[in-house]
């Protein structure tokens, strides 16, 4: 068995899932276009091999292939939103969370000043 990184051993079971999908979906896109395994993998630019890994979701695939087999499918456009600022969940919840944080520092600082203009004044 080849050495794995470590990254590759503490894949989520939610990433594992998604590479074996895409792999499947990737050969029933070349078996629909019915092109060998050989054909194929001369176009991506791989050994027959190295496709078979590919297919089956091996996750230690480079990125640089999955994008030309994409590529061949006409859905490598794709790649380009896939970790798009707009679209990460993690950072826009955590400035949703500043924002609100924010609001509720200013609207006490708010309170805290309209109370401290309420207050009587001592007279010396």
Same mark, same amino acid.
């Not at 590759?8 to 594992?16: F, G």
């Not at 993998?41 to 640089?64: F, H, N, Q, Y």
């Given at each position: 068995?080849?050495?794995?990184?470590?990254a590759?051993?503490?894949?989520?079971?939610?990433?594992?899932t998604?590479?074996?999908?895409?792999?499947?979906?990737?050969?029933?896109?070349?078996?629909?276009?019915?092109e060998?395994?050989?054909?194929?993998?001369?176009?991506?630019?791989?050994?027959?091999?190295?496709?078979?890994?590919?297919? =089956?979701? #091996?996750? %230690?695939?480079?990125?640089?292939?999955? !994008?030309?087999?994409?590529? @061949?499918i006409? &859905?490598?456009?794709?790649?380009?939103?896939?970790?798009?600022?707009?679209?990460?969940?993690?950072?826009i919840?955590m400035?949703?969370?500043? =924002?609100? #944080?924010? %609001?509720?520092?200013?609207?006490?600082? !708010?309170?805290?000043?309209? @109370?401290?203009? &309420?207050?009587?004044?001592?007279?010396?």
């Open positions: 068995m080849p050495i794995q990184s470590r590759l051993r503490q894949l989520p079971i939610s990433s594992t998604a590479i074996r999908d895409l792999g499947a979906d990737l050969a029933v896109a070349r078996l629909r276009r019915g060998s395994l050989k054909v194929w993998a001369k176009r991506v630019g791989i050994s027959v091999p190295t496709l078979m890994k590919l297919e =089956a979701g #091996d996750p %230690g695939i480079s990125v640089g292939i999955v !994008a030309s087999a994409l590529w @061949l006409g &859905r490598d456009g794709e790649l380009g939103t896939l970790a798009a600022p707009e679209h990460d969940r993690g950072a919840e400035s949703v969370q500043q =924002a609100m #944080d924010l %609001g509720r520092q200013r609207a006490t600082q !708010a309170a805290r000043r309209e @109370l401290n203009k &309420r207050k009587p004044k001592d007279s010396a």
